[in-house]
C-alpha cells in the first residue's frame, strides 16, 4: 500500500510474498475504496423513539447496552440472546479470539453463523472421519495430476475452504504438466469454462454421482488404499452402502449417463496423483453432508488422501486441533447435544442451524430468543427466507450489531458499534491458514492508525463480554483483557502435549513482550502464545529456531514452511486413531438419500434454483464499493434458451421468480452456459429496502435469492440451508400481471 498524506493512494499485490507472489483479489484490491467509503460508520449509532438514529457516544452507546441487555439475561435466562457470526468473522483476528470468549460469558445456546449457509457439512463429515471440524483435507494443487472438483468455482471465489492464492494460474499450471481438471456443475461456470472437461449435474444429486463411482471402484477391482488401509475402519460397509448406487441406478437423476460414471470412476482411480474437492454447491444441498463425506471416501479408496498430489492436510502455524493434544488420539466429534425450542434442529460445532432463526425469534413460548447480537453479519441478505426473517427482526426487545454499514440487516438495530476498517487493524488469517495448500504464515501490523476516539474491534468485544458478565461498561478493558489472555494460557500450560506445559501461566504471559520489551496486549499477546506454542512455534524457548510473532514481524513478505506434508496417522482425533470411513451419524442419513432417488430422477421437468459467484460481488459488502460495482449488470437470472421458449421468456424481460417462501422480480439472462431445468441468481443482492445506508448499492440494487429459499428444507445430518436446488417457477411479468389481475 502506498500511503500518502495519511491515505492510502495505491494498493498492489507484493511481489515477494511467500504465498500470493504478488496476486491480489478484487477484495484487496478495493481495501482502499472499503477505507474511505463515506458509508462506512465511525461513531455508534442509537436508535430514537422517533425510529431514527442518531450518533451517540460511546459511553451512551454501552450503558444503553448495558441497561436493556441486562434485564432479558437476568430475566429470561441466557438463552434467551442469540448472537449470529457473519462471514468477515473468518477473517478477522480480533473477533476470532475474542468472539469465542463473548460467547462463552453470554452462555446461551442460540449461536447462529454463516457457517450453517456454507460450509458446516463439509466440517461435519471431516470431524465424523478425522475427529476434528478443521481436518479438512484440500487439494494439493500444485502437484496434482488429476483434479475432479464437484460445486466448486475457484475462478470466482479463490478457493474456499481450500485457501489459494491465483488458482486460474494453479490451474493452468496444473493442465500444463499435462494434468487434467474435471468439472461437475450445472452451470458451466468460469473455472468449467477453463477445465479439460465439465459435466452438468443436476442440483442437489452429487451425492449419487459420488456413491456411483465409489460403486464402480469396488466391482471392477480399483480401490487401491495402500498404507490407508491399516488406518480406516468401514471399508466393508461402505462397498456394501455402495451396493445400491450402481452408475445405471443413478444415472437419471443425476443427468450424467452411467457410462460417463464409470468413465469418470476410471481415470479418477488411474490417475497417478490425483484429488476430488467439492465446495459450497455440494454443501448447500438436499445431502450435502453425504456428499461431503463421500468426496473424502473416494480419495481414501483410491489412495490419495495424504499424499503429494491428493488430498492432504494442512499443519496451521497457530495450531488447530489436529496439532494439539496427543497425537493420532483423541475425543472425535458430537454432534445434536442439544436442539432447537421450535424445530429441534441438532446443534453442530455449538451452534445451531441459521434455518431456524427466524422461527426463533418469532414464536413465543418459554426460551424465545428476545434479544440478538450480530457480529459482521447480514443474515437479512443471506439466511434462508429474508421475508420472514426479517419481520422477525422487528419484534425483537434489544438488536445489538458490531458492524461498519447500515445494511439490511442492521438497519433494524437498536445499537450499532462501528469498527476500525481493515486498514486501522492488524491481521494474521487465523482461520483460513487451516484450509491453505501450502503452509506459510504472515502477520500484518496495522497500516492506519484508527481515528481518535474510535476503539479497536477487539476493546468492544471485551466491552461487551463485561455487560455480558454483569459487570457493565468498563473504562478500561485490560483486567478482562487479562482474564481472556490468561485462560489461554492456562489451556496451553495444562495440555501434557504443549510446549508450555507445566510452566506457570502468569509466567507464561509475562514472556509474550514486543521488540522493545513492553508487554504485548489485545489478540497480539494471544497470537503470539499460539504461535510460540504451535508446531513450528520456539516453545518458550526449547526451540530457539522456532517461530513466534516477533519472527513474523520481521519477515515482511511471510515466512514460508513448506509444501503440505503427509499428516497421518497423528493428525488423527478420532476416538478409535482410526480414520472413520463409515461414520455413525452419515451412514445413517444415506436411507434417506436411498429413498429420495426415485423421487430425485422424476423431478426433470420442473424448475430448480442454484446461486453462483461473480468475482467482483462475492459478498454483499462488495456492492457498495464503486470499483466493485461497475460493470455490466449482474443480477440476473439465467436461463437456458430451451427453458425460455417453453416458459414465453425473453433476454433482457423481466420475470417473476416465485417459490413457498417469497417471489422476486428481476431480468432474463439467456444463456446455454446453464443446463435445462435449472436457473441460477446470485446470492447477496436487494438493497432497496428502506433504512440502509449504502448509497452505491442503492443504485444497482437486485433482488434477494434467498427470499426464494426454504429454511424449512435442511441437510438432515448437519442442518445447513438447502441453497441450492430450490423448487421455483418462472414467469414472465406481463403475463404474471395479467394473472393476479383476473385472480
Not at 32 to 46: C, G, K, N, S, T
Not at 145 to 150: C, F, G, P, V
Not at 210 to 239: I, Y
Not at 298 to 320: I, Q
Amino acid at each position: 500500500m502506498t500511503l500518502a498524506d495519511g491515505r492510502v493512494s495505491a494498493v498492489r499485490g507484493d511481489p515477494e510474498d511467500v504465498f500470493s507472489h504478488g496476486f491480489l483479489c478484487p477484495k484487496g484490491v478495493s481495501l482502499a475504496e472499503l477505507h474511505d467509503d463515506p458509508d462506512r460508520l465511525r461513531a455508534p449509532l442509537l436508535r430514537t423513539s422517533s425510529g431514527a438514529f442518531e450518533t451517540v457516544s460511546w459511553e451512551r452507546a454501552l450503558a444503553e447496552i448495558h441497561a436493556r441487555l441486562s434485564p432479558i439475561l437476568s430475566e429470561r435466562g441466557r438463552d434467551a440472546v442469540a448472537v449470529y457470526l457473519g462471514n468477515p468473522n473468518a477473517h478477522n483476528l480480533s473477533s476470532m479470539i475474542y468472539g469465542r470468549a463473548l460467547l462463552k460469558t453470554l452462555g446461551t445456546r442460540n449461536v447462529y453463523s454463516a457457517s450453517t449457509l456454507d460450509q458446516y457439512p463439509k466440517q461435519m463429515a471431516a470431524a465424523c472421519m478425522f475427529g476434528t471440524g478443521l481436518s479438512v483435507p484440500v487439494p494439493d494443487v500444485d502437484r496434482c495430476q488429476h483434479l475432479l472438483m464437484l460445486g466448486a468455482n475457484p475462478l470466482a471465489s479463490n478457493g474456499s475452504l481450500m485457501t489459494a492464492p491465483d488458482m486460474r494460474g494453479r490451474l493452468k499450471a496444473l493442465r500444463e504438466r499435462g494434468g487434467k481438471l474435471v468439472v461437475i456443475d450445472p452451470r458451466r461456470s468460469r473455472t468449467a469454462q477453463a477445465a479439460d472437461e465439465h459435466h452438468y449435474i443436476r442440483p442437489g444429486t452429487d451425492a449419487l454421482l459420488l456413491f456411483a463411482m465409489v460403486q464402480v471402484l469396488f466391482a471392477e477391482g480399483l480401490v487401491d488404499m495402500g498404507r490407508l488401509e491399516q488406518l480406516c475402519h468401514g471399508v466393508s460397509e461402505v462397498r456394501e452402502l455402495a451396493a445400491d448406487f450402481a452408475p445405471q441406478a443413478v444415472a437419471d437423476g443425476c443427468g450424467i449417463a452411467a457410462e460417463q460414471i464409470r468413465r469418470l470412476a476410471r481415470e479418477l482411480a488411474g490417475a497417478p496423483r490425483a484429488a476430488v474437492y467439492g465446495r459450497i454447491g455440494t454443501c448447500t444441498q438436499e445431502f450435502g453432508s453425504l456428499a461431503s463425506w463421500l468426496v473424502d471416501v473416494l480419495n481414501a479408496l483410491t489412495g490419495n488422501l495424504d499424499r503429494e498430489g491428493g488430498a492432504m492436510f494442512t499443519r496451521p502455524a497457530a495450531g488447530s486441533g489436529n496439532t494439539r493434544g496427543e497425537p493420532g488420539r483423541g475425543r472425535g466429534a458430537r454432534f445434536h447435544r442439544w436442539g432447537s425450542r421450535v424445530r429441534g434442529l441438532g446443534e453442530i460445532f455449538g451452534e445451531l442451524p441459521a434455518a431456524c432463526l427466524a422461527e426463533e425469534i418469532d414464536t413465543p413460548g418459554e426460551g424465545q430468543v428476545r434479544a440478538l447480537i450480530t457480529l459482521a453479519g447480514n443474515p437479512a441478505l443471506s439466511a434462508p427466507n429474508a421475508g420472514r426473517l426479517e419481520a422477525a427482526l422487528d419484534g425483537l426487545e434489544l438488536m445489538v450489531a458490531v458492524d461498519i454499514y447500515v445494511n439490511e440487516t442492521t438497519r433494524h438495530a437498536d445499537v450499532i458499534l462501528p469498527v476500525p476498517s481493515p486498514l486501522e487493524r492488524s491481521h494474521y488469517d487465523l482461520a483460513l491458514y487451516n484450509f491453505a495448500v501450502r503452509n506459510v504464515a504472515n502477520y500484518t501490523p496495522a497500516s492506519l492508525p484508527p481515528p481518535a476516539g474510535l476503539p479497536d474491534e477487539w476493546e468492544t468485544l471485551l466491552q461487551l463480554i463485561s455487560i455480558a458478565a454483569g459487570q457493565g461498561p468498563q473504562d478500561d478493558v485490560s483486567a478482562v483483557d487479562d482474564l481472556v489472555a490468561g485462560e489461554a494460557a492456562r489451556r496451553e500450560c495444562a495440555d501434557r502435549f504443549s510446549a508450555a506445559h507445566g510452566r506457570d501461566p502468569a509466567e507464561l504471559l509475562g514472556e509474550l513482550v514486543d521488540a522493545s520489551g513492553a508487554p504485548r496486549r489485545g489478540p497480539e499477546r494471544i497470537l503470539d502464545l499460539m504461535l510460540r506454542c504451535g508446531p513450528y512455534g520456539e516453545g518458550f524457548g526449547r526451540r530457539p529456531d522456532g517461530l513466534s510473532l516477533a519472527v513474523l514481524e520481521a519477515a515482511l513478505h511471510g515466512v514460508d514452511l513448506g509444501p503440505l506434508e503427509p499428516r497421518l496417522p497423528e493428525v488423527l482425533r478420532t476416538a478409535s486413531g482410526c480414520i472413520e470411513l463409515a461414520p455413525e451419524p452419515l451412514v445413517a442419513d444415506v436411507e434417506r438419500l436411498r429413498a429420495a432417488r426415485e423421487r430425485i430422477a422424476g423431478d426433470g421437468n420442473g424448475l430448480v434454483l442454484v446461486g453462483r459467484r461473480d468475482l467482483r460481488s462475492n459478498n454483499s459488502w462488495m456492492h457498495n464499493l464503486p470499483m466493485l460495482a461497475r460493470g455490466p449488470e449482474r443480477c440476473t437470472v439465467h436461463v437456458n434458451p430451451i427453458d425460455a421458449d417453453r416458459l414465453g421468456l425473453a433476454d433482457g424481460a423481466p420475470a417473476l421468480v416465485r417459490s413457498r417462501t417469497g417471489e422476486i422480480r428481476l431480468a432474463v439472462e439467456l444463456t446455454d452456459s446453464i443446463m435445462p431445468g435449472v436457473v441460477s441468481i446470485p446470492h447477496g443482492w436487494g438493497h432497496d429496502l428502506p433504512g440502509t445506508q449504502l448509497q452505491v448499492a442503492a443504485e444497482r440494487p437486485g433482488a434477494n435469492s434467498n427470499r426464494l429459499a426454504d429454511e424449512e428444507l435442511v441437510d438432515a445430518p448437519s442442518g445447513n440451508a438447502v441453497l441450492n436446488g430450490i423448487p421455483v417457477k418462472l414467469t414472465p411479468v406481463a403475463t404474471a400481471s395479467e394473472t393476479l389481475a383476473t385472480a
